[in-house]
């Protein structure tokens, strides 16, 4: 009878080794979307990193200047377009003047859906917003890190136009700023290259400017340790770090409602490595036996 | 039908053709495959023409034109013929007899590459890096900082040891080698935590897609 038992035991686990990959997708797939029905929140601490990018921008007085380079495209929409809006959110809210740019071709029009989607808010929409007093999009321009390096000297070396073919000197907003010396805070939202890295590389590391992030979960942890050496002033990690950056705005969105999903696709995750590795084990120690 | 609208379920048919694929190989997939290639070669020429060469090239050429009509001399614009002669040369890869012209472009963009590249990666990510580890190992009144700056140290200090390959890893040498070892492995977990996390966002993404823009179910 046990030796029947020891037989269907070790089937089970060959079994489950074996398991069709397509029955995982299933899981993973059922784990991701049901959540997505159930507008729930959960509720997370703020982590230092994130509070840090939050801080960093309310500090500043109304009226301060600041830049956000747009460095990525629609295939990171998911994870840096929560924190493009919520981005706006904190400076429109504080008064604060953004000048919006991209080394990426598809950053700058990632930059104006997350304006529409801010233009929608009440509180925003009351404000009566003008572009060219309170915002202004350059838009893209080629070079990469070479890029960064000439703002340094002149904005208008690598952009003597806006995007929409304005010269920047009949720009309302861009009175007065000459280089990184006129701008409070830089925000670089990266997926890539260039990114944040040659944003350190290029404008912190040369020219003292501050410096904070929100970057795709891949990029997260090779930015940590340029906060650790204050060349950065916190990061956005991931969804995670879009939805703690909600969450310190007081503004719960979409980063958030995602959450859901991303902690039970997760656990699921977890839940399978877990079964893999017993599996493995039990199997090991049969053959050893 | 508004425009939107057929560009949504444009967006959704593909996105199904793609995921078909984790069921199995299929000519749904291959065409949804097929059409992504196909048109993002086309919209990065597209790009790369009108954001690349025409402002950074031909507009500037045409300056250097105009200062020649206007002056009679050009001040610096004619420097982006220099550039076009080597973008020239980067095509002669198409002539196989004169292909190897095209290295000289090549070894121009490595060349300033490296050296733009070395002095800036050698501060930020280099000499920061490592000031960023000299931390006093007791820092009075805050045992957090105490914790992290002795994780910090030991944890660098014993990674190093790890690709030190001309000792061999025995004694107390390799004890700090195999400390050195969880360490790396710890980074890599996270490395491979964000990951998965950066895949799921994607997933999510697309999911929301489907059911909330496609099929309006929530």
């Known amino acids: ?289 | 039908m508004s425009g939107e609208v057929i560009g949504v379920w444009i967006g959704a048919i593909l996105t199904l053709g793609i995921f078909s694929f984790l069921y199995k190989d299929n000519p749904f997939y291959k065409f949804s495959e097929a059409l992504f290639v196909g048109i993002s070669a086309g919209y990065w020429f597209v790009v790369t023409f009108w954001q690349y060469f025409v402002p950074k090239f031909w507009d500037n050429l045409a300056l250097a034109y105009s200062e020649l009509l206007t002056k009679g001399r050009v001040d610096y614009h004619w420097i982006y013929l220099l550039g076009g002669f080597f973008g020239v040369l980067m095509l002669l890869r198409l002539v196989p007899k004169i292909g190897w012209l095209s290295r000289w472009s090549l070894a121009f963009i490595v060349g300033t590459t490296a050296g733009l590249q070395f002095t800036r990666y050698l501060e930020s990510n280099g000499i920061r890096q490592v000031v960023g580890t000299i931390k006093p190992l007791l820092v009075s009144g805050n045992m957090n900082a105490t914790i992290g700056n002795i994780i910090i140290v030991v944890g660098t200090f014993c990674g190093l040891i790890y690709f030190f390959f001309s000792k061999e890893h025995k004694g107390a040498f390799g004890g700090a080698a195999r400390v050195g070892i969880w360490f790396i492995m710890i980074t890599f977990g996270a490395f491979f935590g964000y990951t998965v996390m950066s895949r799921m966002s994607l997933l999510i993404g697309r999911m929301d897609y489907l059911f909330g823009i496609w099929l309006g179910l929530y």
């Open chain 1, 1 to 289: 009878m046990n030796e029947t038992t020891n037989q269907e035991k070790k089937t089970f686990w060959e079994k489950l080794l074996s398991i069709d990959r397509r029955i995982i997708f299933l899981f993973i797939a059922v784990a991701i979307s049901v959540p997505l029905f159930f507008k729930t929140s959960l509720d997370m601490p703020v982590s230092p990193v994130v509070q840090e990018v939050y801080n960093a921008i309310d500090k500043l007085r109304a009226g301060s200047k600041v830049l956000v380079s747009f460095d990525y495209d629609p295939s990171s929409m998911p994870e840096l377009q929560p924190m493009a809006e919520s981005f706006f959110r904190q400076c429109f809210r504080k008064n604060l003047k953004v000048i919006i740019m991209g080394l990426w071709p598809q950053g700058p029009l990632q930059a104006n859906i997350a304006l529409e989607q801010v233009f929608k808010d009440e509180d925003i929409k009351a404000k009566n917003l003008q572009y060219g007093i309170d915002y202004v999009n350059l838009g893209f321009t080629a070079g990469n890190e070479v890029v960064i390096d000439r703002m340094g000297h002149d904005f208008r070396e690598s952009y003597p136009a806006d995007s929409r073919g304005t010269p920047l000197s009949e720009i309302p907003l861009m009175k007065g700023v000459r280089n990184y010396d006129n701008i409070d805070l830089i925000l670089n939202l990266s997926a890539g290259y260039p990114g944040t890295m040659e944003w350190v590389q290029y404008a912190v590391d040369v020219f003292h400017v501050k410096l904070a992030a929100g970057n795709t979960a891949v990029q997260a942890p090779s930015m940590y340790p340029y906060i650790q050496t204050g060349q950065l002033a916190g990061v956005l990690g991931g969804m995670k770090g879009g939805a703690e950056y909600e969450i310190a705005i007081k503004n719960p969105a979409k980063a958030v409602s995602y959450m859901f999903s991303q902690a039970i696709a997760h656990a699921v995750i977890c839940f399978f490595i877990i079964i893999g590795n017993i599996a493995f084990f039990s199997l090991r120690k049969k053959k050893t036996s």
